[in-house]
Nanobody, 121 residues
Framework: QVQLVESGGGLVQAGGSLRLSCEASGRTSDDSHRAWFRQPPGEAREFVAA????????AYADSIKGRFTVSGDVAKNTIYLQLNSLKPDDTAVYYCATGGVGARPRRYQYWGQGTQVTVSS
């Protein structure tokens, strides 16, 4: 079965950067997306970015467009999320997911445990 492990979160100042990683063991169908979601404190989980297996398709939430970049390394079975120009509102637990498509959390079958990103003012 597929397991996902996120890493790279931490505490940064506003305007700083982080690079999140999500390493998968096992794999899903090649037509499924690999995606990043985040859940701010007390709020619902929301879509951040997605990438196709081949890397030929990417999608981003409007709220982070131009600041975050999703990428993948098929050989390493790993996806990344480069976070730049971080704002306090970006503070959340960031999750990776796979086994689904699109921007709706309930479509994804496999989830990591999350990695905390905290952005100070």
């Amino acid at each position: 079965q597929v397991q996902l492990v996120e890493s790279g979160g931490g505490l940064v100042q506003a305007g700083g950067s982080l690079r999140l990683s999500c390493e998968a063991s096992g794999r899903t169908s090649d037509d499924s997306h690999r995606a990043w979601f985040r859940q701010p404190p007390g709020e619902a989980r929301e879509f951040v970015a997605a990438i196709s297996w081949s890397g030929g398709y990417t999608a981003y939430a409007d709220s982070i467009k131009g600041r975050f970049t999703v990428s993948g390394d098929v050989a390493k079975n790993t996806i990344y999320l480069q976070l730049n120009s971080l704002k306090p509102d970006d503070t959340a637990v960031y999750y990776c997911a796979t086994g689904g498509v699109g921007a709706r959390p309930r479509r994804y079958q496999y989830w990591g445990q999350g990695t905390q990103v905290t952005v100070s003012s």
